[in-house]
Structures are given as structure tokens and as C-alpha cells.
């Protein structure tokens, strides 16, 4: 809320911290916090083989960086509960800006969800791109349709390591505040699970076009690109 503060303010006018602690005390506003969940798991056993994990170092290192668009790729999937049902996303994350590429909602974590995901995500391509595309094992980045979408793109696959949710921690992290922001600490009673989707993939699209980052120096995944004329105006 701070950064964001600053961002709108006019003539470059600052506002404290602590001017906005003391706002949000008088308005009853409470900042959010993570909540430790279960982790959903899509391991499904070894159905096919595995790539190598592409983004370890010889000292064990992984690096989520990227120097460009299209140049490193991360994807997951994530599971929200609520009493209507259950919904789970698998977003296509660029590690270039952390702008979502791609994603579809569904009910079930099935392959034509992630298929479609790496499809939406595949709009984004130029000529030349050849992005690795890095998961955890689960089954969805294992069946052949997937393999062939990224074969038919171009896409180099990497994967972490068994039971290792550390080595895709970007994508953790991405998850971990997407539920800070949109979940938790809201009352899902009546909601349908039609409903919830729907406002997901508002969500979604309003982290990649508005919702502002301090690494980028507060500006959006989108307006970033712009910026550096990666995008039209």
C-alpha cells in the first residue's frame, strides 16, 4: 500500500510509512500476511523421463533470472479451497518482469488445463524465442501432449528435482503472494465456484497489467514492457 502511495502521488510528492500505518489504524485497515498451507502435490510418479534440472549450478545454486522476454520460463500448479469447490491454476510465469504469460482455471489439475496454460502462454513467442520452460515433476509436464507443445515451440524443458519444491521457488514465491493478495483473510461462504474463477482470472489479468512492482520500478509487468518498447504503446 506504501509503494503503491507513492506511485499514484502527484509532483512527486512522498508519503511516509508511517503516514500510512497511522491512515490504515484509523480506517481499520489490516495488512496481510502468508498463511502456512498444504502444498499441493501433481507427482505422479516417474510416467516418462525427466529432463535435468537446467537452472542448477554445479555448487547447487538455482538461478531464476533472466536478462530478457522469453528467455527463462516457470510454471506450477496451486490449489484454492473454498466451500463451493476447489480451483486450480497452472500460470506460465516469465522470470524476465515475473508476468504471467499464460494460465487457464480449472476444477481438475488435468493435462488439458497445463496444455492450455503453455498454449496461452506460447501467444507470447517471437521469432527466435526458445525459452526454457522449468516445472516441478508433476504428471501434467510428463504426458505427451505437453512434450509436444514444447517441442512444437521450441521450448527447452527443465525440471526440479524429486520432491523439491526449493528448486522452483520463484514460482512458490509467486503463489505465495498471489494468496496474500486475492485469498486469504476472505469470506468464500456463498461464493460459486464459478464465481471464484471468474474473479481469479480477473486477478490475474490486473497483476499483469496494473498491480505495480518495486523491482520494477513501480510499474506493472505490462507497462514495464512498454516502457522498453518491448511492447506497442
Given at each position: 500500500?506504501?509503494?503503491?502511495?507513492?506511485?499514484?502521488?502527484?509532483?512527486?510528492?512522498?508519503?511516509?510509512?508511517?503516514?500510512?500505518?497511522?491512515?490504515?489504524?484509523?480506517?481499520?485497515?489490516?495488512?496481510?500476511?502468508?498463511?502456512?498451507?498444504?502444498?499441493?502435490?501433481?507427482?505422479?510418479?516417474?510416467?516418462?523421463?525427466?529432463?535435468?534440472?537446467?537452472?542448477?549450478?554445479?555448487?547447487?545454486?538455482?538461478?531464476?533470472?533472466?536478462?530478457?522476454?522469453?528467455?527463462?520460463?516457470?510454471?506450477?500448479?496451486?490449489?484454492?479451497?473454498?466451500?463451493?469447490?476447489?480451483?486450480?491454476?497452472?500460470?506460465?510465469?516469465?522470470?524476465?518482469?515475473?508476468?504471467?504469460?499464460?494460465?487457464?482455471?480449472?476444477?481438475?489439475?488435468?493435462?488439458?488445463?497445463?496444455?492450455?496454460?503453455?498454449?496461452?502462454?506460447?501467444?507470447?513467442?517471437?521469432?527466435?524465442?526458445?525459452?526454457?520452460?522449468?516445472?516441478?515433476?508433476?504428471?501434467?509436464?510428463?504426458?505427451?501432449?505437453?512434450?509436444?507443445?514444447?517441442?512444437?515451440?521450441?521450448?527447452?524443458?527443465?525440471?526440479?528435482?524429486?520432491?523439491?519444491?526449493?528448486?522452483?521457488?520463484?514460482?512458490?514465491?509467486?503463489?505465495?503472494?498471489?494468496?496474500?493478495?486475492?485469498?486469504?483473510?476472505c469470506d468464500w461462504a456463498g461464493?460459486?465456484?464459478?464465481?471464484?474463477?471468474?474473479?481469479?482470472?480477473?486477478?490475474?489479468?490486473?497483476?499483469?497489467?496494473?498491480?505495480?512492482?518495486?523491482?520494477?520500478?513501480?510499474?506493472?509487468?505490462?507497462?514495464?514492457?512498454?516502457?522498453?518498447?518491448?511492447?506497442?504503446?
Amino acid at each position: 500500500m506504501h509503494a503503491q502511495a507513492n506511485a499514484d502521488a502527484e509532483d512527486g510528492a512522498a508519503i511516509g510509512e508511517w503516514t500510512v500505518r497511522s491512515i490504515m489504524e484509523e480506517e481499520n485497515l489490516v495488512a496481510r500476511a502468508a498463511k502456512k498451507k498444504r502444498r499441493y502435490s501433481s507427482y505422479g510418479g516417474e510416467i516418462s523421463e525427466a529432463p535435468p534440472n537446467l537452472l542448477r549450478d554445479d555448487r547447487g545454486k538455482h538461478h531464476f533470472r533472466a536478462n530478457k522476454p522469453n528467455e527463462l520460463w516457470i510454471t506450477d500448479v496451486t490449489e484454492f479451497r473454498i466451500p463451493a469447490g476447489k480451483a486450480c491454476p497452472p500460470p506460465i510465469v516469465d522470470c524476465f518482469d515475473g508476468m504471467p504469460l499464460g494460465w487457464s482455471i480449472s476444477t481438475s489439475p488435468d493435462a488439458e488445463m497445463a496444455n492450455s496454460s503453455l498454449l496461452g502462454a506460447c501467444v507470447w513467442l517471437n521469432e527466435g524465442d526458445h525459452p526454457k520452460i522449468h516445472s516441478d515433476r508433476g504428471c501434467h509436464y510428463r504426458w505427451p501432449g505437453w512434450i509436444k507443445i514444447c517441442r512444437e515451440n521450441g521450448l527447452v524443458r527443465s525440471m526440479s528435482r524429486k520432491g523439491c519444491s526449493p528448486d522452483n521457488a520463484r514460482c512458490e514465491g509467486f503463489f505465495g503472494r498471489l494468496k496474500i493478495e486475492f485469498f486469504h483473510g476472505c469470506d468464500w461462504a456463498g461464493v460459486t465456484i464459478g464465481e471464484f474463477m471468474g474473479m481469479l482470472d480477473a486477478y490475474l489479468r490486473w497483476y499483469r497489467d496494473v498491480r505495480i512492482k518495486g523491482d520494477l520500478d513501480y510499474r506493472s509487468p505490462m507497462q514495464y514492457r512498454r516502457d522498453l518498447g518491448l511492447l506497442a504503446a
